[in-house]
Structure formats: C-alpha cells, structure tokens
Nanobody, 124 residues
Framework: QVQLVESGGGLAQAGESLKLSCAAS????????MGWFRQAPGKEREFVAA????????NVADSVEGRFTISRDNVKSTVYLQMNSLQPEDAAVYYC?????????????????WGKGTQVTVSS
C-alpha cells in the first residue's frame, strides 16, 4: 500500500513562494494521476491542482491559475506544488492525493489515497 508524505509547508509572507513536495513510499506512482487539495479552517476540502500519470497534462483551480504549478518526477515518485505570489487566502492544510487511474480527477471523492497534509500559513 502506498504512503504519501507531504513536506515544504510553513510560514510565508504575502507575495512569497513555497514549494510543496509529496513523496510516495510503498510503491511507485508512475501510473497514478495525482493531485493537491487544501482545507482551510471551517471550510470544505477543495481542489487545487492535478496531474496525469505522465505529467504532460495538468489542471489547476481558477483561484490559483497563473500562480501555482504542479509537476512530478516519476523516477523519484514525488509530486510537487510550486506556489508563487502567495496570498492570505491560500493559507490552509495542503493534502497530496492519488488515484488508481491515470487520468486527471478533481473531486475529493475520486481520490483513493491521501497524505496527512502540511500546513501553509500566509501572513499579510
């Protein structure tokens, strides 16, 4: 069974950047579509970005379009989320998730396995 471990979260000032990593252990992720989701206090978990198995196709939420980029390194079984121009509304716990299929999915209900999350705090 695959385990996902997120890292790279922390405190950033508005306008700064952070890069999140999601490392898999247990087995390779090279055939799995992957995604990032986030959950702020009192809000539902929401889609942020997704990437297909090869990394050639990506999808990002409108709220982060042009600022966040998802990528992957299948040799390292790691997925990344580069977050630029961070804003206070980006503060949340960020979760890495994967699914057994190869195509992009953006719904939390479509994901089959999850990491425990990493906290991102953005000060104004």
């Amino acid at each position: 069974q695959v385990q996902l471990v997120e890292s790279g979260g922390g405190l950033a000032q508005a306008g700064e950047s952070l890069k999140l990593s999601c490392a898999a252990s247990g087995r390779t992720l090279s055939t799995n579509a992957m995604g990032w989701f986030r959950q702020a206090p009192g809000k539902e978990r929401e889609f942020v970005a997704a990437i297909n198995w090869s990394g050639r196709l990506t999808n990002v939420a409108d709220s982060v379009e042009g600022r966040f980029t998802i990528s992957r390194d299948n040799v390292k079984s790691t997925v990344y989320l580069q977050m630029n121009s961070l804003q206070p509304e980006d503060a949340a716990v960020y979760y890495c998730a994967g699914q057994r299929g190869t195509a992009i999915r953006t719904s939390t209900g479509d994901m089959d396995f999850w990491g425990k999350g990493t906290q991102v705090t953005v000060s104004s």
